[in-house]
């Protein structure tokens, strides 16, 4: 027997997790070369777990990225939302968000499939509306 327990296999939960705080890092101003390393060992890590590809990794961040982005752009001085784990909550099939991310995101692809905008430009009309329902709800 092992002296010590085998480690966890890496999750697509788990890469999600450290890939969202290397980017908050990244983009908070810790050393961007530290970060990109750190990002770049995950997107390996994942791969070599045959969870996901390195394109769908590297997919994952860039869009990661470009929501922070423009989260904080649209929202200065906001805590950047987190990542969410998988709690077994029923009804949501992505356990990784949040439900107010949940709802964003399939906003975001609604408005971007219907009128055809760009990504920054869906995510702008989609936290408006967003917005405006939830203080329709109050």
């Known amino acids: 027997m092992p002296d010590r327990p ?4 890496y999750t697509e ?3 999600k997790e450290d890939a969202d705080r290397y980017i908050k890092g990244y983009l908070g ?12 060992n995950s997107v390996d890590k994942i791969e070599n777990a045959g969870v996901m590809s390195s ?16 989260f904080t752009k649209e929202n200065p001085g906001e805590t950047l939302p987190e990542m969410k784990a998988d709690g077994g909550r029923i009804g949501y ?7 107010d991310t949940l709802s964003l995101k399939e906003k975001i ?3 971007m499939d219907i009128e055809g905008v760009d990504f920054g430009a869906a995510f ?12 329709e709800n109050d």
Request: net charge negative; no cysteine; charged share 35%.
């Open 55 to 70: 394109d769908e990794a590297k997919d994952f961040i860039k869009e990661r990225a470009s929501f922070f982005k423009i």
């Open 109 to 111: 692809e609604e408005i």
């Open 13 to 15: 939960q788990a890469f």
């Open 29 to 40: 101003g810790f050393d961007k070369s530290e970060m990109n390393q750190l990002l770049k």
């Open 93 to 99: 099939s992505e356990g990784n968000m949040d439900p």
């Open 124 to 135: 702008k009309q989609a936290m408006r509306e967003l917005s405006s329902q939830s203080k």
């Open 6 to 9: 085998l480690p966890k296999p």
